[in-house]
């Protein structure tokens, strides 16, 4: 009873490296979504999909890009990371577009040194 | 556009206390409300939730009335205790189908002492 399993759990990187985060879900959900979490900032949306090979931009996208190639799977790439990027990273699906509630992830946190 | 307002935290308790975190919100449309509750470390669990106006939503001896006429969701439970300490927050999403934004108010910390 997996549900939505995030890797890694904790990553630094250099400014200026990259690196791909993996969120994977196995209750054959439509949606799945990337949100970032921020003191003081609430949860902000990065990007999500609503559906396989689709996805789009939510509030912050900037820095980011994402790929659904399968259902399965939604991955959230950083191609230059920098220090504005560190932060807890989390992913979330849904069967619906968010009236049925989310799943989330137990979070990736990423320091940018 | 939408938005969700929370009361400012911490929250701090003693075991047995009443809870109360209120939230309000303003909509363009009907929403579907939530509460998600945050454990130190984890993610965000959904808590519970209502569609429609004067439905309660309850989970874990936790309740919220939906309430359009104040715009209020308010979290309530009749006695905390310790490992209720969390963050909590409100959310809404539109109605009806496809993809809706869900709009998360900025979380309330309850500390929940001995």
């Known amino acids: 009873n997996a549900g939505v399993t995030q890797t890694p759990k904790f990553r630094v990187l250099k400014t200026g490296q990259s690196m791909t985060l993996l969120c994977a879900q196995d209750?054959?959900?439509?949606?799945m979504y990337w949100y970032r979490q921020d003191p003081g900032m609430g949860l902000r949306l990065i990007h999500y999909s609503v559906g396989e090979g689709t996805t789009a931009k939510g509030e912050v996208p900037d820095g980011y890009n994402v790929s659904r190639l399968k259902k399965q799977n939604f991955l959230l790439g950083l191609e230059s990371a920098a220090p504005s990027q560190t932060s807890v990273y989390f992913c979330a699906s849904s069967s619906t577009g968010g009236r049925s509630g989310y799943t989330f992830g137990s979070g990736t946190r990423l320091t940018v040194v | 556009g939408n938005s969700v307002t929370q009361m400012e935290g911490p929250v701090t308790l003693s075991e047995e206390a009443f809870l109360t975190i209120n939230c309000t919100y303003t909509?363009?449309?009907?929403?579907?409300l939530f509460w998600y509750v945050q454990y130190p470390g984890e993610g965000l669990q959904l808590l519970l939730k209502?569609?429609?106006?004067?439905d309660k939503g309850s989970n874990k001896g936790f309740e919220a009335t939906y309430r359009k006429e104040t715009t209020s969701f308010h979290l309530e439970k009749g006695s905390v205790q310790v490992s209720d300490s969390a963050v909590y927050f409100c959310a809404l999403t539109l109605q009806p189908g496809g993809y809706q934004k869900v709009t998360f108010g900025t979380g309330t910390k309850l500390q929940v002492i001995p």
């Open positions: 909509a363009t449309g009907y929403p579907s």
């Open positions: 209502a569609t429609k106006a004067d």
């Open positions: 209750m054959n959900h439509e949606y």
